[in-house]
Nanobody, 123 residues
Framework: QVQLEDSGGGVVQAGGSLRLSCAASGRTSSIRDMGWFRQASGKEREFVAAISRLGASTSYADSVKGRFTISRDNAKNTAYLQMNSLKPEDTAVYYC????????????????WGQGTLVTVSS
């Protein structure tokens, strides 16, 4: 079983940057893709970004392409989400996850979730 702890959220002004971290523990040898999802107040959880096991493939939601960068350090069992040029509409609770993520949404299978970290972007 894998446990995820995400962190790095906070309050930032529009145009600013934040870096989220997702630290995995437990049965880390079983981790496949790692990714980030977000859920804004009153909205459904949505996909943000994902990275494959060895980092060779990445995927981004259209709304964050060119602004967000996902990476991972397998030696540290940690994934990162660098968020630049933040907009008020990026305000949400961000959740990291592991599983099969870089596939069509109907084929996704998530193995574990973090507890979430709140990102607030003020205008």
């Amino acid at each position: 079983q894998v446990q995820l702890e995400d962190s790095g959220g906070g309050v930032v002004q529009a145009g600013g940057s934040l870096r989220l971290s997702c630290a995995a523990s437990g049965r880390t040898s079983s981790i496949r893709d790692m990714g980030w999802f977000r859920q804004a107040s009153g909205k459904e959880r949505e996909f943000v970004a994902a990275i494959s096991r060895l980092g060779a493939s990445t995927s981004y939601a259209d709304s964050v392409k060119g602004r967000f960068t996902i990476s991972r350090d397998n030696a540290k069992n940690t994934a990162y989400l660098q968020m630049n040029s933040l907009k008020p509409e990026d305000t949400a609770v961000y959740y990291c996850a592991t599983g099969r993520i870089i596939v069509p949404s109907t084929a996704r299978a998530l193995d574990a979730w973090g507890q979430g970290t709140l990102v607030t972007v003020s205008s």
